[in-house]
């Protein structure tokens, strides 16, 4: 957007083009005017032709250096002279008689906007005495002195109204200006106030909404353990377990209080954060073995169903174990579930800081063009349509903010690989 620095010297040089089409404009007039009637000159025709030559010289001389936007003098001076020629005009034409006293209001005219008011009209007032001296000393004989004199005396008054009117009209163009600048910037103030006070309300929605958005985040993610830790607690008490499987459910009851933890940290992250869902990032080393069972075990896929595998088989990585336990139980979770009674694969590979994980199972996949869909908040397909739909919207948002990549591909013979891809460094 242009400035008021940038846009006075366009303005000036669009007024110094119009001055030189009128001067050039005047020349030709005046040419034509001694070639229809050469009485004009009063006997003078040659000295008449010599300053309409020279004239026009200095004419296109001035169009040349206003083309070129390098006017030798200022605009002011060329006033002057452009006043001094047409007063010598007037005299070898006639005084009082003369045609070319028409071309003096605007003289007067180009004085006052250039010079000011007051300058214009003192400027105003010299070209009419300059022309009341024309008239005493080029005026014909036969013309009486008292005509001379009120000759020179109208136009003088003449030419000083003009510059007046004109002072008055750039004054009142002035203060129009001025208030529609201050209306500009009133309005322009305005809209600031009314971006300023939008954004500040989006924000406080944003940040009400993240808080909504963790709230129900830490619900959904406690729906897991808590039917776990309810089926082993249930277990346990009536006995039912073996040996064995009580040692397998003691693990996984302690797992299950470590998930919960740091669930309830997640929530108290969300209390003294500005609402972020995920909570603040806690590093650990984690293994990949034994994260694979905890996510089958915590995903409640019986070991029948189980197809982990890890490679290389020692392989662990350094980040934040609940979250990326959370992606992987939601996935498999979502596996297991469509799979019915087929097996679900985990299949983990860690090389040059990078986990890709697959979880793959055979269920029934989904629909063409639903792949971005199901991540979404809120969107639940299949059988569970209708349901809260968080699952894979947690899952999207998780592996976003771990600068990871989720991609949800058909599985060939039927299924769904989704497939997670992290950068994360060895442990």
Known sequence: MSTGDDEEPTTRLSEERAAVVIRLVVVASVALA????????????????????????YAVALAVAEWRQRLPVRPALITVVDGLVLLVACGMTGGADTIMVAVLPLVAIAASLRTG???????????????????LLGSDPSVPLAQRLLTGAWWSGFLVAAAVLVGVLVRMLERQLQAAAVSRARA????????????????????????????RVVLHEFRTPVASLTALTADLAAGRLSEKSQVTAVRLLAEHAVHLRDM???????????????????????VLAELADAVLDAAGVEPARRRPSVDPPDAAVRCDPQRLRRVLTNLVENAARHSGAEPVELAMEHAEGRLVAEVRDRGPGLPPGQQGLVTAKGVALGERRGTAGLGLWIVEALVGAMDGELSLLPREGGGLTARLELPLPAA
Do not use: K, M, N
Request: glycine share 12%.
């Open 34 to 57: 001694l070639v229809i009637g050469p009485e004009i000159a009063r006997g003078r025709l040659t000295a008449a032709w010599v300053l309409v030559a020279c004239y026009g010289v």
């Open 117 to 135: 008011a007051v300058r214009g009209r003192l400027g105003a007032l010299a070209l009419g005495v300059g022309f009341t001296v024309a008239c």
């Open 188 to 215: 322009a103030a305005e809209h600031e106030r009314f971006l300023s006070e939008r954004e500040l309300r989006g924000r406080l929605v944003a940040a009400q909404q993240a808080r909504l958005d963790g709230v």
């Open 264 to 286: 309830l940290d997640g929530l108290a992250d969300l209390a003294v954060t500005d609402g972020s869902p995920l909570g603040r990032v806690r590093e650990r080393r984690v």
